[in-house]
């Protein structure tokens, strides 16, 4: 299994909504990484989990909050976003953290909508 | 910290002809070049890789090449197919000591016309 499969595929919600985005592997990977893609833009990266604990956070409002579960499961909780937080939610895994340069498989992530 | 320029933003060849994206870099500790494919409605998938002790790598019609002293590689499709149409984004990463994070080039829309 070379998947990482990300839950749900399409999301509208309200800037007074909670809503969670999940994401999944068995890959065995041990970094997991959620970035934000606008139309037409690479990605650009929010926070990395290595092992399980946060390595990286981008800076990223904390109106996004990551959460770790397992080594398999990566979760995105979403809070009072703003309609410009609208944009495409990847996922990704890789079998060390980002300073091994390892190569990172992508899910085919969640669009968001903020109303 | 990293930059990477890629060229162009936009590609459109016949099918069966040849088409070449072009990475610039700007940290020269970089020593990791991935590139991703991009299907519509898709996640970014990995295509080729090359480390900066290697000048060339091939993988059937595709290949990737190195120039470590001008800091740019390249992306090579030969004998183009309409399915190789999509986004192609370009990225380098620092060693560890410098951070590691992946920068990706702005993305190059390659349109392979029947």
């Known amino acids: 299994d070379t998947e990482v499969t990300q839950t749900p595929k399409h999301l509208v919600m309200g800037m007074t909504n909670k809503k969670s985005l999940k994401c999944e592997q068995h890959?065995?990977?041990?970094?997991m990484y959620w970035y934000k893609q606008k139309a037409k833009k690479p990605p650009e990266l929010m926070f990395v989990?290595?092992?399980?604990?946060?390595?990286i956070n981008e800076s990223v409002p904390s109106r996004f909050s990551p959460e770790c579960p397992n080594s398999s499961l990566l979760n995105l909780h979403l809070h009072a976003l703003q309609p410009e937080d609208s944009a495409l939610y990847l996922c990704?895994?890789?079998?060390?953290?980002?300073?091994?340069?390892?190569?990172?498989?992508f899910g085919s992530g969640t669009q968001l909508s903020v109303l | 910290g990293e930059n990477v320029e890629q060229h162009p933003s936009t590609l459109s060849v016949q099918e069966g002809d040849s088409a070449v994206i072009k990475c610039t870099y700007s940290?020269?500790?970089?020593?990791?070049f991935p590139w991703y494919k991009q299907e519509l409605g898709k996640g970014p998938q990995l295509i080729i890789d090359?480390?900066?002790?290697?000048g060339e790598k091939k993988d059937q019609r595709i290949a990737v090449t190195l120039n470590k002293t001008a800091k740019h590689f390249s992306l090579h499709i030969t004998e183009t197919q309409p399915e190789d149409s999509a986004v192609y984004f370009c990225?380098?990463?620092?060693?560890?000591?410098?951070?590691?994070?992946?920068?990706f080039g702005q993305g190059t829309e390659l349109s392979v016309k029947p």
């Open positions: 990225a380098a990463s620092p060693s560890y000591n410098q951070g590691g994070k992946l920068i």
């Open positions: 990704a895994s890789s079998q060390a953290g980002p300073w091994a340069n390892e190569k990172l498989f």
């Open positions: 090359i480390r900066s002790n290697v």
């Open positions: 989990y290595s092992y399980e604990k946060l390595s």
């Open positions: 940290d020269s500790a970089s020593n990791y």
């Open positions: 890959m065995g990977h041990r970094a």
